[in-house]
Nanobody, 126 residues
Framework: QVQLVQSGGGWIPTGGSLRLSCVVS????????MGWFRQAPGKEREFVAS????????TYPDSVRGRVTISGDYRNNTAFLQMNNLKPEDTALYYC???????????????????WGLGTQVTVSS
């Protein structure tokens, strides 16, 4: 059974930085892309970043572009999310996602991913 194991998160002061990690537990998983999403209380799940291994195509929404960087290694299905200059509005439950289905397009919505981590809380405040 494919599982995504997340680490990182916690309380971060406004303006601080944080790195989240995610690894696919199944070493035979032939991943095509990994991504990060977040969900704040009372809001819908929001796309944060993705990386498509073919071409190492990274995608970000305007809300985080310039403050967030996704990286990782397709050989061991690991993804990292580096977040800088964090703001209170970045407070949310952050989810890692993965898929083995290749798409010749950017990955930027939850429906493109079929495996999910359990989520890790990120709280930003002064």
């Amino acid at each position: 059974q494919v599982q995504l194991v997340q680490s990182g998160g916690g309380w971060i002061p406004t303006g601080g930085s944080l790195r989240l990690s995610c690894v696919v537990s199944d070493s035979t998983f032939n991943g095509a892309a990994m991504g990060w999403f977040r969900q704040a209380p009372g809001k819908e799940r929001e796309f944060v970043a993705s990386i498509r291994w073919v071409g190492r195509i990274t995608t970000y929404p305007d809300s985080v572009r310039g403050r967030v960087t996704i990286s990782g290694d397709y050989r061991n299905n690991t993804a990292f999310l580096q977040m800088n200059n964090l703001k209170p509005e970045d407070t949310a439950l952050y989810y890692c996602a993965a898929t083995e289905l290749f798409r010749n397009e950017i990955y930027n919505n939850a429906g493109q991913f079929n495996y999910w981590g359990l989520g890790t809380q990120v709280t930003v405040s002064s």
